[in-house]
């Protein structure tokens, strides 16, 4: 059943210029949804944990399941995760990111490359695979982000916390790889492995670049508290589970060291309680003035979009829209049109679509 939601301009959107801004769910209700990305200027292909990846015209409603995902461990956070999408060669080409089963039960975050015709994916390339498997359910990372002829990936810490500062696994790392799967060597830090770009990462979820692709933004689960955004250096220490905000769960006792560290980059912002950050896009279009240039973060726990102001990279302004409308957010993405696309992850879930009319 197609649900809209109707806002009064006046009261969530007061600088927009049309009368009103509609929320309207353009798929059937799908269960735990993850990634978006943008096939065309019409379409989309998004990815269910499950590990089913589907293709939906987002003005149509029409929508078709894809063959040829990969085989996924889909338990606890796991399964069928982020998807980035790219044309080359007049071919798409579409990189999955997913939890692979290893061995015994064990897991570990891995990328693979695809092209993709006629609903189907098709000549596969694993890119990448963690060299940490293990039996844990959580902290996956799994978010892609493009630039040039690379991928820059999120590996979460699998819940094994020290993982995340030892440079000899890719635990808790954000990692760039080249995108045809040849060997690339980061140099970032002194005998680190490869691919290995910064550390210190605890669950990131959110990873987009800037507009013109010079900064990368990434943002993060903490535990109790302590929820971060950061901008993405090369060789930096982001200091989990040294360095944090956040609490350890029941307790509420200090984690690490401090909350700041000659030697670890402080984050930009900080969300205390947490709000469990998922999915980010920078807003480009023109649909949305008052979005322009602003970042877009979806909240899991409170069901929410949280609108970043930013200035010299500082963050001047928060605002929050559509709260509880649509449960828990778990990613987000823009159409050529300006409209917002969101996936959430609820059971009886699916995909919506944020507009003016």
Known sequence: MKLIFVFLTIILFPNLSFSKTILEKISPDLSNLWGISV??????????????????????????????????????????????????????????????????????????????????????????????????SRHFGCRLAINNNYIFATIGDRGARNDSQNLKNHSGSVIKIFKNGNYFNNKAFKNSLPEIYSIGHRNPQGLTFNLDKTQLWLHEHGPQGGDELNLILKGKNYGWPKITFGKEYGSGKSIGLA???????????????????????????????????????????????????LNNNMIVEEDIILKNEMGRIRDIEEMSDGSVIIVNDEFDGGVFRLFKQ
């Not at 007049?90 to 693979?112: D, H, M």
């Not at 008052?290 to 970043?308: A, W």
């Open 39 to 136: 096939l065309n200027n019409e379409e989309i292909l998004f990815t269910q944990r499950s590990g089913k990846l589907f293709r939906l015209n987002v003005f149509n409603k029409e929508i078709f399941e894809v063959k040829g995902a990969p085989e996924v461990y889909n338990y606890g956070q796991g399964g069928l995760l982020d998807i980035a999408i790219e044309e080359a060669n007049n071919k798409k080409i579409v990189y999955l990111c997913f939890s692979k089963l290893t061995k015994n039960s064990e897991s570990a975050t891995a990328i693979n490359s695809y092209q993709f015709q006629n609903d189907e994916l098709f000549n596969k390339k694993q890119l990448f695979i963690s060299n940490k498997s293990a039996r844990s």
């Open 259 to 309: 909350t700041s560290k000659a030697g670890y980059e402080d984050p930009f912002k900080v969300w205390v309680p947490s709000i469990a950050p998922s999915g980010m896009i920078i807003y480009r279009g023109k649909m949305f003035k008052e979005f322009k240039d602003k970042i877009i973060i979806g909240s899991l726990k409170f069901r929410q979009l949280h609108i970043l102001s």
